[in-house]
């Protein structure tokens, strides 16, 4: 006979766990019960231990029933099973929480009744919800909110994604109240939200734009054609004062106030301004100005720009319409500021150093005041000695040149005989020239100076010779130059305070020499350049170091190889020479009156030790030396114009300092 499990292995099975789900619940309870007995008599304090696994939910809350003291009544929907593991002992109301969190998580809710609790489904709590009390925070509870300052619709768009399906929100628009059934903890959650937007808003701000010209009413209509004004805000219209009333966002206030500024424009009204112009050239700025405003192929239609610059008292005279003579003026006003100037200083120096030497031995034999044989030489510089013998013998002085010279003669009475001439010379001649031009100029304007003599210079000549051999009317044709130092220069000051400079610089000096042609012949050192230098630098535009050497040297073959004697028949002339130039430039800035009174002061006394250093030393004898120096003592820069007002000794002593210059008064 087989038993009812081999029968029947599905219904022992069920049997089986429904067995085991019992002892698991019987088991919660003993423990629960045994933990309450040790704890008797402080019900607040008693703990509690749950190991549910699958247990029925009505016997859950049966246990919690028993645990908190509190009765409920189970709506016939409500079933499931629960698993709480709770290894660690809790308190009573720790395992209300714990049967709160069961019944949300079942979709249950609990409503509050007098003398018992009703646990239902959350779908049919609004229909059975009474107002329940704020100790539930997961029970069910219909609350109405009040709304005060922000609109209900707004409310409620924020409001409405935060409630549960089961949640039920009921606007009053007419009372701006909110009528909302949820769960007691989201609703605080909720009403401590609302209370936060429902803050009173701060008035939009109100401006006024009062009109010149257009009609504030005109204005408003086109405002409104163009929609402008956004919901909450507002544009009216005072037609007492001509003024439009703007409430709204700054970004709504200044859409209006372009437009306003656009349309209250009168048009094509020429007005007229003088401006005195300070520094600037009116003319120049005349011709910027109007290439700057006028436009090509006659576009614009407003009325006409023009300025006439008054050359006597450096005006300008202004004509345009209202609406851009304000912009003229102010471009007119940048335009003329005080230009900088530049201080350009040159340092020219040149130094040359030549050097000769010549040692030569001459003799020979003389028959009827003739040389008939013997040793002559031609050097540079020197007399040969036929030379000094046809000298002698028309009886002239002749000329022996400079250096060492040795001459003898042993002649008879007829005058024949033999001479000799020793000649030997070392020469060095060295030439230093330190030149110092400054120039101040304007910043883009070209400057020039020109420290030289004018030399004339023969070009041509033209004569006729008469039958009598004499000449009739001579005629020459004459071209004068100037001979010394000429230093052009152009500066341009950048922003960032470096000067670009166009240069020219020259130096010439006569060298006291005359060409084969005729006329004398002349140096020469230019330099032409463009350069780029900081404000206040040194910079080197040109340089020549010139080293040479020469030498010429006359012998008698063969002769002049003897030992001893061989110097007799040789003829030797060296020389030698060298030349240094440099040309340096520095520009300086000049911004300000100060800094123009600070650099004269110090170029004034530089030039005032110079003059002092030239100047010859007055020993007090006839004739007397009178003051050469520049009468400048570093205090008054006006010394030197009052020069010719002052006392003679005061002028040597140059003590007391120099009076200013003197003054009438319009009475005496």
């Known amino acids: 006979m087989k038993s009812l499990a081999e029968t029947h292995p599905v219904q022992v099975a069920s049997v089986q766990a429904t067995v085991a789900r019992i002892l698991r619940l019987w088991l919660g309870r003993l423990v629960f019960c045994l933990t309450l007995s040790l704890f008797w008599g402080q019900p607040i304090q008693a703990q509690v231990t749950l190991d549910l696994r699958d247990a029925e939910l009505r016997n859950f809350v049966e246990i919690v029933s028993e ?63 009474t ?40 606007p009053v628009p007419g009372a701006k109240r909110l009528i909302i059934s949820d769960r007691s903890a989201n609703l605080n959650r909720i009403t401590r939200l609302i209370e936060r937007l429902d803050q009173p808003r701060a008035a939009p701000p ?145 130094m040359s150093v030549e050097g000769l030497s010549d040692l030569s031995v001459q003799f020979g ?13 031609d050097l540079p510089g020197r007399s040969s000695l036929t030379n000094l013998i046809s000298s002698v013998s028309s009886g002239t002085t002749p000329a022996l040149g400079s250096g060492g010279v040795f001459g003898g003669a042993k002649r008879n009475d007829s005058g024949d005989g033999i001479v000799g001439l020793l000649t030997a010379i070392a020469s060095v001649n060295s030439t230093r020239l330190l030149s110092t031009p400054s120039i101040l100029t304007l910043n883009n304007q070209e400057a020039e100076i020109v420290v030289a003599q004018n030399v004339p210079f023969v070009t041509g000549s033209y004569s006729t010779v008469s039958d009598g ?64 230098v900081r404000d206040g630098n040194v910079i080197m535009l040109g340089g020549l170091l010139e080293n040479g050497s020469g030498g010429v040297s006359q012998k008698v073959p063969g002769l002049a190889e003897l030992p001893l004697v061989g110097g007799l028949f040789r003829g030797k002339n060296a020389n030698s020479n060298q030349r240094v130039l440099l040309v340096l430039l520095r520009p ?39 003051l050469g120096a520049l009468p400048f003592d570093g205090a008054d820069l006006n010394q030197p114009f009052d020069a010719g007002f002052i006392d003679d000794v005061a002028q040597r002593r140059n003590f007391p300092p120099l009076p200013s210059r003197l003054r009438f008064g319009s009475g005496n």
């Open 67 to 129: 645990a908190t003291g509190r009765s409920f009544v189970l709506d016939p929907g409500v079933r499931g099973t629960v698993t709480v593991l709770a290894p660690d002992q809790m308190s009573p109301q720790d395992l209300f929480e714990v049967f709160l969190s069961v019944l949300e998580l079942n979709r249950l809710t609990l409503i509050e009744g007098a003398g018992a609790d009703r646990i239902v489904p959350m779908n049919v709590a609004r229909e059975l919800s």
């Open 588 to 626: 300086q800035g000049v911004s300000s009156e100060a800094e123009a009174k600070r650099i004269t002061r110090q170029l004034s006394r530089k030039a005032q030790n110079v003059s002092a250093a030239i100047t010859p030393v007055d020993d007090g004898k006839f004739p007397r030396n009178q």
């Open 365 to 377: 034999a003389v028959l009827n005041n003739a040389l008939v044989g013997g040793a002559q030489f």
């Open 469 to 532: 051999s004499s000449v009739d009317n001579p005629f020459q044709t004459i071209e004068r130059q100037d001979v010394g130092l000429t230093l052009n220069v152009t500066p341009q000051i950048n922003a960032d305070r470096t000067v670009r400079m166009v240069i020219k610089q020259e130096v010439s000096n006569l060298t006291n020499t005359t060409a084969s042609s005729g006329g004398e012949i002349t140096s020469r050192r230019s330099l032409s350049t463009t350069a780029l």
């Open 206 to 350: 109100i401006e006024i734009l009062r009109l010149q010209n257009a009609n504030a009413a005109d204005v408003l209509q086109v405002v409104q054609s163009m929609d402008l004004i956004p919901a909450g805000s507002s544009v009216s219209v005072d037609r007492r004062s001509n003024a439009l009333l703007i409430s709204g966002s700054e970004a709504l206030r200044h859409r209006v106030r372009l437009l306003v500024d656009e349309l209250d424009t009168q048009r094509n009204t020429v007005v007229s301004r003088t401006v005195p112009l300070n520094y600037a050239d009116a003319a120049s700025i005349a011709d910027v100005v109007m290439r700057t405003l006028n436009t090509d192929g006659g576009s614009d239609v407003r009325a006409p720009v023009r300025i006439v610059p008054e050359l006597q008292t450096n005006t300008l005279l202004i004509s345009a319409p209202q609406e851009r003579i304000a912009d003229i003026v102010q471009m007119v006003r940048y335009l003329d500021q005080r230009p900088t100037q530049v201080l350009v200083e040159a340092v020219i120096f040149e």
């Open 131 to 170: 107002g329940g009390s704020a100790g539930l925070p997961s029970g069910f509870e219909t609350r109405v909110i009040p709304v005060k300052e922000i609109p209900l619709q707004e409310v409620i768009e924020v409001v409405r994604p935060l409630l549960p399906a089961e949640a039920v929100m009921t």
